[in-house]
């Protein structure tokens, strides 16, 4: 009887150095991979700031607008003085 009893106690041994070895693995899998997502989330973050950290004002805009019209105005009239010929 003694000796069944020292198969059970190895396999159960065995068994649970097993089962704890795959959740040791599982976790650390577990850690890494939310290490991974918060380095991404990051990376995402810091292109998020880049691409909408500076939009252009009103009169950046007004000027620029203003500039183009007075290069149109002058091809305009460029134009017309070139068909009055």
């Known amino acids: 009887m003694t000796e069944?009893?020292?198969?059970f106690n190895l396999a159960t041994a065995v068994a649970g150095v097993t089962f704890g070895w795959?959740?040791?693995?599982?976790w650390g899998s577990l850690k890494d991979l939310q290490a991974a997502d918060k380095a991404l989330v990051d990376k995402v973050a810091?292109?998020?700031?880049?691409?909408?950290?500076?939009?252009?004002t009103r009169d950046e805009f007004n000027t620029s607008l203003n500039a183009i019209f007075t290069k149109l105005d002058r091809i305009q009239d460029l134009i017309s003085q070139k068909a009055d010929k």
């Open 4 to 7: 069944y009893q020292f198969f």
């Open 22 to 26: 795959i959740l040791n693995t599982i």
């Open 46 to 56: 810091s292109i998020e700031v880049l691409v909408a950290g500076r939009y252009v």
